[in-house]
């Protein structure tokens, strides 16, 4: 399955647990439950915007993007953390008016039951997800398993605080839950509006990644034939990029130096999985020099 694929098995999770929650909160007069079942509504739209954003970063390059539109992936991240601190904000409200004007809980064993199985639901897809997300390197899909798995620990949270008013009869529990539900998944919005930003920023590869390529550029490397210089790197969505200066003697031919470097870039490639490597011949005597002032201008 790829990554469209989940997300839509995530819209139609969504909706049910929409159903489920909504029902218990309808049925307990939980504001707890209230905030759960608003946390499912936001994982809705946000697997919606998800899977419209996979669908845009999955279109292949064009005169207007040569890159590529793997970057709309992150405009998902940071969309589903917009939408989660939005939440946050309304589930702290509702649960400040609760706390002013208690009301009793009716039929909070059906409440409970509700939240267990849309938790479980959502458990179910988040672990699926997070792994094919893991596998296709999608921050679309590993944002909206993030989300649900936050829901699974919101639902966890009020399932355990409803038992506590059942036991105790101690109404401001429940509100109190909300609020902590609330602070729950406003740390998550942060979270993924960080990670979303950092995307959008170029941020270079990881150090593992990293190292996989000075592993392979070290290979290659000879003391007074080849070397290898101003290797930068940076991720976009799924795509990754690395670019550098491969230095040889000058004398060689261009049919020699080109073959060299389809060999060094392939094993580039194969060494980091999406890699994409793009390597500029020079001679050894020959040094590029960037970041000159005129260039800042």
Not at 97 to 103: C, S, V, Y
Not at 213 to 229: G, I, K, S, Y
Not at 253 to 272: C, D, I, K, Y
Request: net charge negative.
């Amino acid at each position: 399955m790829q990554a469209s694929a989940y997300l839509k098995l995530s819209v139609a999770t969504a909706l049910v647990t929409i159903v489920l929650k909504t029902a218990a909160w309808w049925w307990t007069g939980s504001v707890s439950l209230a905030a759960d079942a608003l946390e499912s509504l936001v994982n809705l739209a946000g697997a919606v915007f998800a899977l419209v954003m996979v669908t845009l970063a999955a279109q292949p390059p064009d005169a207007e993007h040569p890159y590529g539109h793997h970057k709309a992936e992150y405009f998902s991240s940071g969309f589903e953390g917009i939408l989660i601190i939005a939440a946050a904000m309304g589930i702290l409200w509702g649960a400040f008016d609760r706390w002013r004007h208690p009301e009793p809980l009716e039929q909070v064993g059906v409440g409970v039951v509700l939240a267990v199985v849309s938790s479980a639901l959502n458990g179910g897809l988040a672990w699926a997800m997070l792994r094919k997300a893991r596998e296709l390197r999608s921050v679309a899909l590993e944002g909206d398993a993030r989300h649900l798995i936050t829901d699974v620990w919101t639902s966890a949270g009020v399932v355990v605080g409803l038992l506590g008013v059942m036991a105790t009869g101690w109404q401001w529990l429940d509100p109190l839950l909300a609020a902590l539900v609330a602070l729950n998944i406003l740390r998550e919005g942060v979270h993924l509006m960080h990670e979303s930003t950092r995307g959008l920023m170029d941020e270079a590869l990881d150090a593992e990644s990293m190292s996989k390529v000075q592993a392979v550029l070290n290979d290659f490397c000879h003391p007074h034939t080849l070397r290898f210089d101003h290797v930068t790197s940076r991720v976009a969505g799924q795509r990754r990029f690395v670019d550098l200066h491969m230095h040889m003697p000058a004398g060689w031919s261009l049919g020699r130096a080109a073959a060299l470097r389809t060999s060094v870039e392939q094993a580039l490639m194969s060494a980091v999985p999406g890699l994409r490597a793009s390597i500029q011949l020079l001679p050894m005597d020959v040094e590029a020099h960037f970041d000159d002032p005129k260039d800042l201008l």
